[in-house]
């Protein structure tokens, strides 16, 4: 048997240890790759909120150097949007080239600058003889608000003072003049009860109210109110103005907060409206002042909302451009040149004062260059195919419409030799140092990966195995640690607990890790070895359990160490044994029908009867009937996997019958129904068969014992039958009939000695009753001897050897003596039967593994016998049994070669005869060869 | 002459022996079984026995082993037992030789009087020159090239000779075909045929009793020649 290796405590260790290290290269590796594939830069767009921009390349390109990466052109395609974005901005905030507090905004072009919105409220103000509204501001008060926001106060006023705010104007509407009869009110601004209340006051005037808002035309009809509309109308003229006007305002107006009724029953108005602060530089009066309408005071409002916005974005946004492109933090210089609401505006980080000749300054000095004049129809780079395509440069200047882009001229370079830390920088940087390596990292992760695999499958095997140092050899013995002593589902719930944790934990860090792409630019080394030790812990727990878990089902200690077995144990067992035995009970008393209708209609009854009533709609139950179901065929395959198992023993046991293990025996007691049946029978074969080989066996002993016998007691009578006969022969009988006689007896006589000797030899060799003395002998060596012994034979039937001993020495393991039996017959027989004056054929043969010695001969006669028979003369009765010798000499020989594990085979072709012996060969020590 | 006790149950084979026996000129004593035997050595003076083994009464191996207690005369055991554990079980109990039955009966006459050979005169030889080889009864004198068989005188070719005395001269030593011939021929043997097996028949043809069971030059099959050390 093989002995089990196993693996001293060190080795073991050792081991583990190595493949931990090989999962860390791995993860150490494969953090390294993604790390360093990207560049993350945090963009702070407003006060409060910074975004990172992410850019990737493929680390196992073809590209030499950064700046032929997709990434370099997204970069600079992110940054020419900015350029142009930072030209707006600029337009908006610099006088003369410099930033200015002062400057002027006019808000109501400001706001308006993307749309027509201006021109319609112009239309708007012309049509009530308004002047054309301008509001302005100062740009350093713009952005100053915005820190908290535009702030209104709330304003009470009755009604009355509400409508007349701005005057006579108030029943007027843009579209035209109200009916008389009619009220609106915004039903979002009443209560149930101030309708009500609205309804009793204005009393007999027929009322509408509008559901849902300005756009809902659904009218709910007074109809008692119908009949006296005139005279009410009349009296309460100046009431229902009142009402309709601020229905009118409200229908249009943001500035109305809430409407209520104070105790009196006057209807009083809640405004919004702007602090003090916001006094324009030309409407000291603030702005209620030059507006004549609570919706022209309202859009004012909202212009006023929208610019403080919109410029403080802008100005946030331009504080970033100015560091960002300035030209001590960026290596893209750039010149661009735009027209913008009525002016040119230029933006550039290049201390170059002169806007000429920028073309070639560009060209020359810069690795990478872009430069785009659509007015000239210039459009000139050496950037990648982000930039190949004009009409994409063309759009990115007209997502601006109050901008030309026709207008613009843009020269954008990059230095290559990246002079300043910007991101192209760090880009740069990261991909120069990681790029080269890409491959050689990604093989050492592989390599890691397949040696934790390969340990793992190692170890996998190995684990548990201790090494063990016997008195001559080494072995293993099984070696269970401490933890492997904890209880299956206890250490199944740590395991699976801490494989939550760690999957909670793996979540968590890859989100945060999503979040702070900047931090890991920053510091990607560190965080590739960070991953890799927690990929290595995650690896030396996942291996704690997984080994632990091959050592339990190594010590078979998965099941005996089981809270599940101790509760199988203590409690259960026993009842569901009791169960299992009153079925087997039944089972085991009823006919092969009754059994299969046990079985295959227990599922398919219960299978049926439940599926009925699924399709009868007992909906609420299907989990109850699958569930019955599922126990019911769960129950009836374990049966039929016990019966299986115990048929699989009855055929093991048939099996090794067959091998001829005849005590073995099945246990039927054990078993049911059919099994048990099959088992007894198996047990009576078994027995019968046994019965049998030991009376054949004694009937061999017996026949071998009767011809050692009969020979020994032929041989005396035999011996004074040649005796006398030589005596007879010695008495000088002349009569000639008489002396031939005497020759035939002698003749005889011998030949009967003879074959006494060859039945008891062949009995004894048939019978296995001999005893061997193996040696190393000599094929060829034998041969040669034999043919000396045999050599006057052959002359005198004038047999020619031809002998072809192609080794010379080949040496095989058999008894010399019976070796030479074996070849003394088979010679006998060539001398005996060999056509006279024909080639005797010897040849050796060895392939290294096995020898073939084969002799070949014409037979004298015609052979009329299948080659088969002439070994089994003496069993199976030879008709012709005229020829000299006992006919047993080829049986003899054939049983003694595979006594000493060789193989006889005779071949017959018309009158070849061949034999050929087969011997494995034995590979000696050189020295042996010589003498003994 | 010397006198022979013949002793076996079957009359007929002694009175075969005793034909044969006498024709050579031997006195016969015959016995039918053991304890006749043993009676018979005790009154007479017995020069070789030849003994049945089995016998009523006394069997022919206890009656050997009785008679070598008290005498060391030659003792030949005739048996219809061939098996090789027979003829040890003989021989070591104290028989000079073995016969088993049916033998040819000059074989047998030859073995008796090799046997009485030896027992009568080998035991008196002075001791011989160093170029004089001997094992049982074979002796070989290289001074004269004389080869002796029981005293008498074999006629061996040289090339018979001098592997005959190339086997004596180490006896107990077992040399291959090749060995021999290279040790004869002086030459080596690349393709020594069988000559040398030849060569060796004829030598166990002149000088063994009976050359399918040789006493002095033996064949180990498969492996070579030798000549036992005695």
Avoid at chain 1, 156 to 164: I, L
Avoid at chain 1, 708 to 725: G, W
Avoid at chain 1, 739 to 756: A, D, F, G, H, P
Avoid at chain 1, 924 to 931: H, I, K, R, T, V
Wanted: charged share 25%; glycine share 6%.
């Amino acid at each position: 048997m093989k002995t089990r290796k196993g693996l001293t405590r060190g080795k073991s260790i050792l081991y583990c240890s190595l493949q931990q290290f090989g999962i860390w290269l791995a993860a150490v590796s494969a953090v390294c790759l993604i790390a360093y594939s990207f560049i993350s830069v945090k963009v702070e767009s407003m006060n409060t909120y910074t975004r990172e921009i992410t850019y990737t390349w493929n680390l196992f390109s073809e590209d030499g150097s950064f700046d032929e990466t997709e990434s370099f052109d997204g970069i600079l395609w992110d940054s020419l949007h900015d350029i142009i974005r930072y030209n707006v901005a600029k337009s908006q905030l610099e006088v003369n080239g410099a930033f200015d507090g002062e400057k002027v905004i006019d808000i109501r072009t400001f706001v308006n600058r993307r749309d027509t919105a201006a021109e319609d409220f112009d239309l708007y103000m012309e049509s009530r003889n308004e002047d054309i509204l301008t509001i302005q501001y100062h740009l350093k008060d713009l952005i100053r608000w915005n820190k908290y926001g535009v702030n209104y106060t709330s304003v009470t006023m009755p009604e009355t003072a509400f409508v007349c705010y701005y005057g006579a104007h108030y029943y007027n509407r843009a579209d035209g003049y109200l009916s008389e009869e009619e009220i609106y009110v915004l039903e979002s601004l009443l209560g149930e009860d101030t309708i009500q209340q609205l309804l009793d006051t204005a009393n007999g005037i027929e009322y509408y109210y509008i559901k849902g808002g300005a756009e809902t035309t659904e009218y709910d009809q007074n109809p008692a109110a119908e009949a006296a509309v005139g005279e009410i109308v009349v009296e309460n003229n100046e009431r229902w103005r009142m009402h309709e006007a601020l229905a009118d305002i409200l229908l249009d107006s943001a500035a109305v907060e809430s409407v209520y009724l104070d105790q009196n029953g006057d209807l009083q108005v809640v405004v919004r409206m702007l602090e003090e602060r916001y006094r324009p530089i030309d409407k000291p009066g603030g702005i209620q002042d030059c507006v004549y309408s609570w919706y022209a005071y309202d859009t004012a409002c909202m212009w006023l909302e929208q610019a403080v916005e919109d410029i403080s974005y802008n100005y946030n946004e331009y504080l970033g451009f100015q560091s960002r492109y300035g030209a001590e933090n960026t290596n893209i210089a750039y010149h661009c040149e735009m027209s913008m609401m009525g002016e040119t505006v230029r933006v550039s980080n290049s201390d170059l004062d002169s806007w000429n000749g920028l073309d070639s300054y560009y060209r020359e000095h810069y690795g990478r260059y872009l430069i785009y004049r659509p007015e000239d129809m210039v459009f000139e780079t050496n950037m990648g195919t982000a930039f190949a395509n004009e009409e994409t440069l063309f759009k990115a200047f007209s997502k601006y419409e109050y901008a030309y882009p026709e207008t613009a001229h843009i020269w954008l370079g990059i230095d290559t030799s990246y002079p300043v830390e910007d991101i192209l920088f760090k880009a740069d940087a990261a991909y120069a140092a990681f790029h080269p390596y890409a491959y050689l990292v990604a093989a050492l992760g592989g390599a890691g990966l397949l040696l934790w695999l390969g340990l793992l499958l190692f170890l996998s095997v190995k684990t548990g195995w201790r090494a063990q140092k016997g008195e001559d050899q080494e072995s293993a013995v099984l070696k269970l640690s401490w933890f492997d002593e904890i209880p299956t589902e206890l250490a199944a719930a740590i395991g699976a607990g801490t494989a939550f944790l760690l999957i909670c934990a793996w979540i968590s860090l890859f989100h945060y890790a999503r979040r702070q792409k900047c931090l890991i630019c920053a510091h990607r080394v560190r965080v590739a070895v960070l991953a890799g030790c927690f990929v290595l812990l995650c690896s030396l727990i996942f291996c704690l359990f997984w080994y632990s878990l091959l050592r339990r089902c190594k010590a078979h200690t998965l099941w005996k160490n089981s809270l599940l077995r101790v509760l199988w144990q203590k409690g259960i067992r026993r009842p569901v044994r009791a169960f299992g035995r009153l079925l087997f009970q039944f089972y085991d008393n009823s006919g092969v029908f009754f059994r299969s209708l046990f079985i295959l209609g227990g599922i398919m009854g219960i299978n049926l009867i439940l599926g009925f009533f699924c399709a009868v709609g007992w909906g609420k139950w299907l989990l109850l009937i699958v569930l019955i179901t599922g126990i019911t065929d769960a129950a009836i395959l374990s049966f039929w996997i016990y019966h299986h198992l115990k048929r699989k023993r009855i055929i093991e046991a048939i099996k090794r019958i067959r091998e001829g293990d005849l005590n073995c025996q099945v246990a039927a007691e054990s078993m049911h129904g059919e099994n048990r049946q099959l088992a007894e029978a198996v047990n009576s074969i078994g027995a019968g068969i046994k019965t049998a080989v030991e009376t054949s066996m004694k009937d061999e002993r017996l026949k071998a014992d009767l011809i050692t016998n009969v020979s020994h007691d032929i041989k005396t009578p035999l011996t004074s039958i040649i005796n006398y006969v030589d005596l007879l022969k010695r008495e000088k009988i002349e009569q000639e009939p008489a002396r031939s006689y005497i020759e035939v007896l002698e003749n005889k006589s011998w030949r009967l000695k003879q074959l006494t000797d060859d039945l008891l030899e062949a009995s004894k060799i048939s019978s296995g009753n001999i005893t061997l003395h193996p040696e190393n002998i000599n094929l060829a060596e034998l041969l040669k001897q034999a043919l000396g012994e045999f050599s006057e034979k052959f002359e005198e039937k004038n047999l020619t050897i031809v002998e072809d001993f192609s080794e010379k020495e080949v040496y095989i393991e058999a008894d010399s003596r019976r070796m030479w039996r074996v070849v003394e017959n088979l010679f006998n027989n060539i001398c005996k039967y060999a056509l006279t004056g024909t080639r005797v054929y010897l040849d050796v043969e060895s392939s290294g593994q096995e020898v073939w010695l084969s002799m070949k001969n014409i037979s004298a006669q015609a052979l009329n016998i299948p080659a088969q028979e002439l070994t089994e003369r003496f069993i199976r009765g030879d008709l012709s049994r005229n020829t000299e010798g006992s006919g047993l000499g080829l049986s003899i020989a054939k049983n003694l070669v595979e006594l000493q594990k060789g193989r006889f085979e005779i071949y017959l072709d018309g009158d070849l005869f061949k034999v050929t012996m087969t011997f494995p060969v034995v590979t000696l020590p050189a020295e042996e060869n010589g003498c003994l | 002459m010397a006198n022979i006790l013949v002793c076996d149950d079957d009359r007929e084979i002694v009175e075969a022996i005793e034909i044969y026996l006498r024709n050579e000129g031997y006195t016969i004593y015959k016995a039918y079984n053991g304890e006749d035997a043993l009676s018979i050595l005790q009154k007479e003076e017995i020069h070789l026995v030849i003994m049945d083994v089995m016998m009523p009464r006394l069997d022919g191996i206890h009656a050997t082993v009785r008679i070598r207690e008290y005498s060391s005369v030659p003792i030949i055991i005739l048996s219809a037992k061939s098996e090789d554990t027979d003829k040890i079980l003989g021989l070591n109990i104290g028989a000079d030789d073995y016969i088993t039955k049916p033998f040819n009966p000059l074989e047998l006459v030859a073995r008796v009087k090799s046997n009485l050979r030896r027992y009568t005169k080998l035991g008196s030889m002075p001791q011989e020159s160093s170029s004089v080889y001997r094992i049982g009864g074979l002796c070989i004198n290289d001074d004269t090239k004389e080869v002796t068989v029981d005293e008498e005188t074999v006629r061996l070719t040289p090339i018979e000779y001098s592997i005959l005395l190339l086997l004596v001269k180490n006896a107990g030593r077992v040399f291959s075909i090749d060995q021999i011939y290279e040790n004869i021929w002086n030459e080596e043997a690349i393709g020594a045929d069988n000559t040398v097996a030849v060569h060796i028949r004829h030598i166990r043809e002149k000088i063994e009793i009976n050359p399918k069971e040789p006493r002095y030059v033996k064949v180990v099959w498969g492996v070579g020649y030798k000549v036992d050390r005695q």
